[in-house]
């Protein structure tokens, strides 16, 4: 429908008795509400946005404290739906205030006749699912009830204040503020001693201009925060450049990236870049004033591992210490009990520069917490500071708050939603939940929301649930609802998602330890805006993958099923290969495709540093063959892994598996020998299986002129190497040596068989296809010469073999043979240990600092490594699977 035909459409509400009946209602008239309603009539639905407020804005109308500002660019921060919208408005700053914020609103509300179809000063008081007519029942506290067909949650993420709990906020006697609840006409602290409790976003923007005015300031903090200068003023010219010079395609791409703001991936990781590099990078993003810039684009391991976190941390340190002349300020103000950027990092406008100020004191609680508030200050464990006036700068009951704890919400058969969120928040999406029929939440916790920008995730989010609101209508469905197995899905892949990230390990209000006695767990999807869409996207084309749909002349529709079963990282490089829409390898021959693998490899992240590699010759059976040696950093002699690159027997070499080499090396704390075996056309069957062999045992006879302890050795290979080390175990038993500790088999290849599932169930898509390995087997081995336990060694005798650990994938073709070998050595009595990877694909263990939910895995297989050399378990020094010690919060 034309803009100007809605804007003349009245909703199409009838007040039937107190019951005002509309298609969809919709709580919150925020930047969110405000879409939704455009686009609902647009679609054709009459719609009432329930609005507590006396005017649009959501969370902008209650936030008027000082200095209250976007921390999103605002460019970055607008409606794009509406290109015309877009250009009639142009943001004074780079970092709108607040009231040109709320200046926007009431220009959209107006610009699209909004605020008809608002009922102001209204709440609900309950909201009800009627089974009998699958509607709504909303009870509000002015004016008529409201029926819907559909119930929207519109209420923002950080709309509803956190209660202050700490005693005796009742007795004191002058005044108290909340920024989230600001009083309209403002404050006037002239000449006033003031306190402010809280150093998150809202304080350390506040605290400056308070200061100014104040008496004196005294600032109570809990956590430090990382605050970064704002560097307001105009919107900056790189950026301004970029939008101007193609407005569609940058806001195209806003909507396609991790964070909702166009900046391009970075690949260069930290220990790739000098320190002066590094530094300059940092400078670099100090001096933009962006959170999305620091938060991304300084080295592509900033957000997933903690040592290159760290370097961020120090620094901010540096900066601060810069800044702020008392030395035990600066050191209260160093945040140094979580990674950069797990908790949100604010911005600031001379935040750190106003504790040079003499009339503002810092108490650090968690030296000394506070103990109560009295009639005229507050008392800590170490003084009591008498003051006029408290900003409890303290933050929000967020993502859930707004939603459960406002009204009660009952679902079907009387299940409340509060009850189904008591062990925490349960959705499908961050949109739906399952039980509640026709219920959405915009951005709700499930959802990129507040990890993303929140203009780019709404528009999204409206967009897809008013698309479906109309698919169903025109489908003749009155009811569409999440199934459990989606919910439980979306729970399992958030969990994955969380397991890359590192806000695990703060104690953040994005999972909820903020306020006591909430459930901990993170909120917000941590997989990106991006990938979300194209989750969202999947559901619909799949389907309405994990909907259930009813209506009273149609038959019921239900394609259950889970959306996203590989892990994140996994679905982003198999996405990323599928779009580079490579030549089958089989189709180039193999010196071509040996070219390709070589050139391939150069894109992807160099592995970390280990004490050193070397290269050498040794002897295999039938002459010199190639070998590439890591030494870990730590004196020696240390035990020797030998170890076996995948490639199908034709390609790769000791240097092709150089990321995992390194990387077990490091984790192992033992030597690694990659060796080059022959491989195929050029050397058929055997020759893979007896240079393994042969390199074995001449490298257990040399371990010494290594750096290593001597026999026994261990073997570990991945995919075809996984096979070459299984059948050198076998052989090493059959022919007299030499001793082997134990064998990791990653992937392995095992039989010369194609029919087990996971051959039919992952045959294409998975990178690694069913025609790839016959093309493999094709180029390696006769058929006659396949059931040869030296080509599949599960034909042979599994009995008296080393221990083993077994690594095996979830959507691999060998999956199932790797499974069929470990148990076949269990059943032989081998031990053996078995790691079967959910989410992974035949690759992904080895994608080193790509595939970061590999590391688990390599770490079992680094300790696995470690028990067959008889070395005891090593404590991880900080690596990204290794939780930090976080304090819980203490007030
Ligand atoms: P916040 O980040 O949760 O910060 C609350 C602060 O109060 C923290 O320092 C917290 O310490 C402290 N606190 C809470 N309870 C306390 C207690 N009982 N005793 C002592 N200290 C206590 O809340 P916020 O500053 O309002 O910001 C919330 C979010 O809103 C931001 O992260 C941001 O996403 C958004 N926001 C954005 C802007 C912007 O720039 N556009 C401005 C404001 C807010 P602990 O950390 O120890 O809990």
């Not at 002058?174 to 009083?183: H, S």
Request: proline share 6%; hydrophobic share 40%; net charge negative.
């Amino acid at each position: 429908m034309p803009d100007a035909a809605v804007a003349a459409r009245s909703s199409e509400t009838t007040d039937s008795g107190t019951t005002q009946q509309v298609d969809v209602a919709v709580v919150g008239a925020g930047f969110a509400g405000l879409y939704l309603l455009h686009r609902l009539r647009k679609a054709g639905f009459s719609a009432v946005v329930i609005e507590k407020a006396g005017d649009v804005g959501g969370t902008w109308y209650w936030n008027r404290y000082p200095g209250a500002r976007c921390d999103i660019q605002t460019m970055d921060y607008s409606y794009t739906f509406d290109p015309e919208l877009d250009r009639e408005w142009t943001w004074s700053e780079k970092y709108a205030t607040q009231p040109e914020i709320l200046r926007y609103f009431a220009f959209v509300a107006d610009r699209y006749d909004l605020r008809r179809d608002i009922r102001f000063g209204t709440g609900v008081k309950a909201a009800n699912w009627d089974d009998a007519s699958d509607r709504w029942l909303l009870t509000t506290d002015n004016g008529a009830n409201i029926s819907c067909r559909y119930y929207i949650m519109a209420t923002g993420c950080l709309s509803t204040p956190k209660p202050p709990e700490i005693d005796g906020v009742k007795d004191f006697k002058g005044a108290i503020y909340f920024t989230g609840r600001w009083p309209h006409e403002g404050v006037d602290f002239t000449g006033k001693r003031v306190a402010v409790i809280g150093t998150g976003s809202s304080g350390i923007q506040s605290i400056p201009l308070i200061a100014e005015q104040a008496a004196h300031l005294t600032v109570f903090q809990r956590t430090a925060s990382f605050a970064l200068p704002a560097q307001n003023g105009p919107s900056p010219d790189d950026r301004k450049t970029y939008f101007e010079a193609d407005r569609a395609a940058y806001r195209e791409q806003a909507r396609w990236s991790m964070a909702g703001v166009p900046y391009p991936q970075e690949t260069a990781v930290s220990w790739q870049l000098s320190d002066a590099e590094r530094r300059e990078r940092f400078e670099k993003a100090w001096a933009a004033g962006d959170l999305v810039h620091i938060l991304t684009q300084l080295w592509a391991d900033q957000g997933v591992d903690v040592d290159g976190n760290a370097l961020i941390g120090k620094l901010i340190h540096e900066k601060i210490r810069a800044v702020v002349k008392d030395p035990e300020t600066a050191a209260a103000l160093s945040p140094n009990d979580h990674p950069f950027g797990s908790k949100r990092p604010c911005l600031d406008t001379n935040y750190y520069t106003t504790y040079n100020r003499p009339n503002v004191t810092l108490v650090n609680l968690r030296q000394e917490p506070i103990k109560s508030i009295t009639a005229t200050g507050i008392v800590t464990d170490k003084r009591s500071v008498d003051v006029d006036a408290i900003v409890f700068a303290t933050g929000f009951d967020a993502m859930t708050g707004a939603i459960m704890a406002v009204h009660p919400i009952t679902g079907r058969d009387g299940k409340s939603l509060s009850s189904v969120w008591a062990n925490g928040p349960q959705s499908y999406l961050g949109l739906t939940v399952a039980g509640f029929p026709n219920l959405f939440m915009i951005t709700g916790p499930g959802s990129p929301s507040v990890l993303s920008n929140m203009a780019v995730s709404i528009e999204q989010h409206v967009e897809w649930v008013v698309d479906r609101l109309a698919a169903l209508r025109d489908a003749g469905y009155t009811t569409m609802e999440a199934t459990e197995t989606a919910q439980a899905g979306w729970a399992r892949h958030m969990a994955d998602c969380s397991t890359v990230t590192l806000h695990r390990l703060a104690n953040t209000w994005y999972t909820g330890a903020n306020v006591p006695g909430k459930v901990q767990g993170l909120m917000p999807y941590t997989g990106g805006v991006g990938p979300y869409r194209s989750i969202c996207n999947e559901i619909v084309s799949r389907g309405m993958l994990g909907f259930k749909m009813t209506g009273p002349n149609v038959a019921e529709q239900c394609n259950d099923g889970e959306v996203v079963r590989l892990q994140p990282d996994v679905r982003l490089v198999l996405g990323m290969l599928a779009e580079m829409n490579l030549p089958p390898f089989e189709s180039l021959g193999a010196q071509g495709a040996r070219d390709f693998l070589t050139e391939f490899n150069k894109g992807r992240p160099v592995g970390r540093p280990v004490g050193e590699v070397g290269t050498g010759m040794l002897q295999g059976a039938a002459g010199p063959l190639p070998y590439r040696l890591y030494r870990p950093a730590t004196p020696g002699p240390h035990p020797i892994v030998v170890y076996f690159h995948g490639g199908g027997w034709v390609l790769g070499d000791e240097q092709s598996d150089d990321p995992f080499c390194r990387d077990i090396c490091r984790r192992s704390g033992m030597i690694v020998v990659s060796v080059g075996y022959r491989h195929a056309p050029e050397h058929r069957f055997p020759a893979a299986a007896e240079d393994g062999y042969a390199a074995t045992g001449w490298i257990a006879e040399h371990a010494a002129e290594l750096g290593g302890t001597g026999e026994p050795v261990v073997v570990a290979g991945w995919s075809a190497g996984g096979n070459i080390a299984a059948v050198t175990c076998q052989l090493a038993r059959d022919r007299g040596g030499p001793e082997i500790a134990g064998q990791l088999l990653i992937c392995p290849v095992t039989d010369c068989t194609f029919d087990r599932p996971s051959y039919v169930d992952n045959a294409n898509g998975y990178f690694v296809t069913r025609g790839l390995m016959y093309w493999f087997w094709d180029i390696y081995c006769s058929p006659a010469d396949r059931t040869d336990p030296r080509a599949s060694p599960l034909r042979g005798n599994l009995a008296n073999l080393p221990p083993a650990f077994v690594a095996t994938c979830e959507f691999d073709p060998l999956r199932d043979e790797g499974i069929a070998y470990a148990e076949g050595l269990a059943a032989a009595g081998v031990p053996v240990e078995q790691l079967q990877a959910r989410g992974h694909f035949h690759s992904s263990l080895m994608m080193v600092d790509v595939v970061i939910t590999g590391v688990g895995g390599r770490v079992k297989m680094a300790e696995a490594l470690r028990a067959f050399a008889g070395l005891p378990p090593k404590l991880e020094e900080r690596g990204a699977e290794t939780p930090i010690k976080i304090d819980a919060a203490a007030g």
